[in-house]
């Protein structure tokens, strides 16, 4: 598949008074976020406080796609901004939909994955990309690096993570292994997890002996878990809380209007999920640990994600 040229429009505003517009599906938070969007009110935090065009996107591409139910990709960014430092992207998520066999699949691509970055010639960590160049470069990068077409994306500063949770009453995951991080001890099996709690469930990676493996599968099981709750939300009572958060913490190329075309289109997909971690040989070089990715198994991801839904 080809790249795509640099292209960009931003969208309008527009619409009646309906109290009731859920985007159920798609709140993607940490990578994910799923964006609530319900009522007319809405509109402005969506357009302005959470709206930002990349370049590398063809958003008349991506609405043709969404007007006529076709797979779509969106890649979901989890940002780990703190003060006085740009931030990586420590969590890189595409995520593909399919309306039309009512599934969704997660692609996780790890952070040390080694990689030539888009626009700047280096080559070194793909979480790099972010520090480098932002949402667009991270955008332009993994298109590069599987030779897809994203067609939104959602960044999320990590630090908001806790808020998201909290204005959703919580979620509940199913922890594979017992261990400690921070200040909180998580049992194995069902947990029901706080906001503090999922930051902290979420971040363990060193003493995970899966280290990144696992730590990608714990945020995929935390998107799940908002995805499921958002869509047993009373969203009315509980819109303005989670736009506070959303609003603070959550960049994306959506307007409130694609919102609410995935929420009319895209809104079954949640239905089946599955998930897939590119896995590759992690070595040292020059002091800096790179994961290398064989071309079979970019090969392979590239192809699970393009054929994602054409069965």
Request: charged content about 30%; glycine content about 8%.
């Given at each position: 598949?080809?790249?795509?040229?640099?292209?960009?429009?931003?969208?309008?505003?527009?619409?009646?008074?309906?109290?009731?517009?859920?985007?159920?599906?798609?709140?993607?938070?940490?990578?994910?976020?799923?964006?609530?969007?319900?009522?007319?009110?809405?509109?402005?935090?969506?357009?302005?406080?959470?709206?930002?065009?990349?370049?590398?996107?063809?958003?008349?591409?991506?609405?043709?796609?969404?007007?006529?139910?076709?797979?779509?990709?969106?890649?979901?960014?989890?940002?780990?901004?703190?003060?006085?430092?740009?931030?990586?992207?420590?969590?890189?998520?595409?995520?593909?939909?399919?309306?039309?066999?009512?599934?969704?699949?997660?692609v996780s691509i790890p952070r040390d994955t080694r990689v030539e970055i888009a626009g700047d010639g280096r080559t070194t960590r793909i979480n790099h990309a972010y520090a480098y160049g932002g949402s667009d470069m991270a955008v332009d990068t993994v298109e590069n690096f599987l030779d897809i077409n994203l067609d939104y994306y959602i960044?999320?500063?990590?630090?908001?993570?806790?808020?998201?949770?909290?204005?959703?009453?919580?979620?509940?995951?199913?922890?594979?292994?017992?261990?400690?991080?921070?200040?909180?001890?998580?049992?194995?099996?069902?947990?029901?997890?706080?906001?503090?709690?999922?930051?902290?469930?979420?971040?363990?990676?060193?003493?995970?002996?899966?280290?990144?493996?696992?730590?990608?599968?714990?945020?995929?099981?935390?998107?799940?878990?908002?995805?499921?709750?958002?869509?047993?939300?009373?969203?009315?009572?509980?819109?303005?809380?989670?736009?506070?958060?959303?609003?603070?913490?959550?960049?994306?190329?959506?307007?409130?209007?694609?919102?609410?075309?995935?929420?009319?289109?895209?809104?079954?997909?949640?239905?089946?999920?599955?998930?897939?971690?590119?896995?590759?040989?992690?070595?040292?070089?020059?002091?800096?640990?790179?994961?290398?990715?064989?071309?079979?198994?970019?090969?392979?991801?590239?192809?699970?994600?393009?054929?994602?839904?054409?069965?």
């Amino acid at each position: 598949m080809g790249r795509r040229e640099v292209k960009k429009k931003k969208r309008r505003k527009r619409r009646g008074w309906k109290v009731l517009l859920v985007v159920i599906g798609l709140v993607l938070l940490i990578g994910g976020i799923y964006l609530f969007t319900i009522i007319n009110d809405v509109r402005t935090t969506v357009n302005q406080d959470l709206h930002e065009d990349v370049s590398s996107i063809d958003t008349d591409e991506t609405k043709e796609k969404v007007d006529q139910k076709e797979p779509i990709n969106i890649l979901l960014l989890g940002v780990d901004e703190r003060e006085n430092d740009v931030g990586r992207s420590d969590t890189m998520i595409v995520m593909t939909l399919d309306p039309n066999n009512d599934q969704m699949q997660m692609v996780s691509i790890p952070r040390d994955t080694r990689v030539e970055i888009a626009g700047d010639g280096r080559t070194t960590r793909i979480n790099h990309a972010y520090a480098y160049g932002g949402s667009d470069m991270a955008v332009d990068t993994v298109e590069n690096f599987l030779d897809i077409n994203l067609d939104y994306y959602i960044r999320v500063n990590m630090e908001g993570l806790s808020q998201v949770v909290d204005a959703v009453d919580g979620v509940t995951v199913q922890n594979d292994r017992a261990f400690s991080s921070g200040s909180f001890d998580f049992e194995k099996g069902e947990i029901k997890l706080d906001g503090r709690e999922a930051l902290a469930f979420v971040r363990m990676r060193k003493n995970d002996p899966q280290g990144d493996i696992g730590r990608n599968e714990r945020q995929r099981q935390v998107i799940q878990g908002i995805i499921d709750k958002g869509a047993r939300l009373d969203v009315v009572n509980k819109v303005g809380d989670v736009m506070d958060v959303l609003g603070d913490n959550v960049s994306t190329n959506m307007q409130f209007g694609d919102m609410r075309r995935l929420a009319t289109n895209y809104s079954s997909a949640r239905k089946n999920s599955s998930t897939y971690q590119m896995e590759g040989d992690g070595r040292m070089v020059n002091g800096m640990y790179l994961i290398f990715m064989s071309e079979e198994e970019v090969q392979k991801t590239h192809d699970m994600i393009v054929d994602f839904g054409s069965e």
